[in-house]
C-alpha cells in the first residue's frame, strides 16, 4: 500500500506535500454517496457531499470529492482547458497556381511558466504559449505550410505524425532549429485521421514531458471515398453533417514537479480534475466525437473510460469504419491516438463521469464528468 502522509518525499508522499502547501489538498467525503437519493428528487438525482463538509456541488462531491481544491488561473495560464475542447486552429487558406488550397499555419515555441494544478507552477516548453500545442486542423490533400519560429531557450521542432518527404521530418539535421531562428514545414495532409506533433529534439523525454506537443487533425475529403461520404462528411469541419457532433480535443498528458522521472500529476488537457471542477456539457440527442491523444511521458500507458456508456473506436483515425465496437475502455501507448464516437441519447440527463482507469491517475487529477442536458441554455 502506497504512503500518503506528506512526510514521506518519494513522488506520492510529495503530491501530498505540495497539495497542503499550495492549498490544493484531495479532500475525502464523508459518507458522498453514487446511490439513489432518499430525498425525493427523483431519477437523474445526485447525491451531495455530507454537511461536514459543505453544501458541496454534485460534480465536486464524486469519487468521494477526492480533487484538488480551489482553482487554476486560465487568465494567468493564457489558455482555458474548457475552450481547448473546441479551439481548433484551421490555420489561413490561399489558392496555389495549381489551384489546391494551401493551408499555413504559424506556430512559435517559448519557454512559459504555467498552472497544471491550484498553485502549482510548471516551467513548460510550449507551442503558441499553451500546453497542449494548437490542435492543427486541415483537410485531406491540402498543401500545409507551418512556419515556425523558435523563441525557446533551447533547440526545438515539429516532428508531424504523417507522411511527408525526409527533410520535413523534424528531427536534428532535418527541421531542428536554433533560438532565434526560424523553420517552415511544407508537405501535403495525409492520411487523413487523428494524428499529433511534438518536438523531437534531444533528449525527446525532457522537450515531450515539459509540454511540445498537440493535435494534428486530418479530415477526410468526401470525393475521395466513394461509397463513405456521408460518413467522411461528418468529419469534415463545418459541413451539415458535422455540426450535428459534439466533438472535442483531448490531450491525455501528464507532469513530473520534481524532475525525478516520476509523475506527480496527470490531467486531460493540462489542468488536473479541471473538467470534474466543470463538467462538460452534452447535448442528450446529438452525436459525440472525441479526438484523443496520449502524450503521457514516463507511464507506459493511459487509459479513457466512458462511465455507464459505450463507444466506437477508430484507432489512428485512419478508417471510416470503426476498429473496436462497443466498449468502455481504451488504452493507448505514448502517441497513440484515436477517435471516439458515442451519444446519450438513450440516457437520462445527469452528470457521467470518464477518467483514466489507473485508479492512480485518476486521483492524481484525470477525471472529469459529463453533463448531459436537454439542451445548451
Known amino acids: 500500500m502506497r504512503n500518503w502522509l506528506p512526510f514521506n518525499l518519494n513522488r506520492r508522499g510529495f503530491l501530498g506535500a505540495g497539495l497542503l502547501a499550495a492549498g490544493g489538498a484531495a479532500l475525502s467525503a464523508k459518507n458522498a454517496s ?3 437519493d432518499p430525498s425525493g428528487h427523483g431519477p437523474g438525482h445526485q447525491a451531495t457531499a455530507s454537511p461536514d463538509v459543505g453544501a458541496m456541488p454534485a460534480h465536486r462531491a464524486a469519487h468521494g470529492a477526492m480533487i484538488t ?3 487554476v488561473s486560465s487568465e494567468r495560464n493564457g489558455f482555458d482547458p474548457m475552450a481547448m475542447l473546441t479551439d481548433w486552429d484551421r490555420g489561413t487558406v490561399s489558392t496555389q497556381s495549381d489551384g489546391r488550397t494551401l493551408r499555413t499555419f504559424v506556430v512559435t515555441a ?12 510548471f516551467p513548460a516548453w510550449t507551442f503558441n504559449g499553451r500546453v497542449p500545442g494548437p490542435a492543427l486542423r486541415a483537410v485531406e490533400g491540402e498543401r500545409l505550410r507551418i512556419v515556425f519560429q523558435n523563441n525557446g531557450s533551447h533547440p526545438h521542432s515539429m516532428h508531424f505524425h504523417g507522411i511527408h518527404a525526409a527533410r520535413m521530418d523534424g528531427v536534428p539535421g532535418a527541421g531542428l532549429i536554433n533560438p532565434g531562428e526560424e523553420f517552415i514545414y511544407e508537405f501535403d495532409a495525409k492520411p487523413f485521421g487523428c494524428h499529433l506533433y511534438h518536438c523531437h529534439a534531444f533528449p525527446l ?3 515531450m514531458h515539459k509540454g511540445m506537443y498537440g493535435l494534428f487533425v486530418v479530415d477526410p475529403d468526401p470525393a475521395r ?3 463513405m461520404e456521408d460518413v467522411a462528411r461528418s468529419r469534415l469541419f ?7 457532433w459534439q466533438e472535442m480535443a483531448m490531450v491525455m498528458n501528464a507532469f513530473d514537479t520534481t524532475f525525478d522521472g516520476e509523475n506527480e500529476f496527470y490531467a486531460c488537457n493540462t489542468v488536473a480534475h479541471c473538467y470534474a471542477k466543470e463538467p462538460i456539457k452534452i447535448v442528450r440527442n446529438r452525436p459525440v466525437r472525441i479526438y ?3 502524450v503521457t511521458e514516463f ?7 466512458l462511465h455507464a456508456n459505450f463507444f466506437n473506436y477508430f484507432d489512428q483515425g485512419t478508417t471510416l469504419t470503426p476498429t473496436l465496437q462497443t466498449v468502455d475502455l481504451i488504452t493507448q501507448c505514448q502517441a497513440q491516438r484515436g477517435i471516439l464516437e458515442f451519444t446519450f441519447k438513450d440516457h437520462e440527463p445527469g452528470l457521467y463521469m470518464f477518467h483514466a482507469h489507473q485508479s492512480e491517475f485518476t486521483e492524481l487529477g484525470w477525471m472529469g464528468m459529463f453533463d448531459v442536458v436537454e439542451a445548451v441554455s
Open 292 to 294: 484523443l491523444v496520449n
Open 238 to 244: 463545418g459541413t451539415p453533417e458535422n455540426v450535428e
Open 69 to 71: 481544491v480551489g482553482d
Open 110 to 121: 517559448e519557454d512559459k511558466e504555467i498552472e497544471i494544478a491550484p498553485g502549482v507552477m
Open 299 to 305: 507511464d507506459p500507458i493511459n487509459s479513457f473510460h
Open 205 to 207: 523525454a525532457r522537450h
Open 34 to 36: 453514487g446511490q439513489a
Open 225 to 227: 471515398h466513394p461509397g
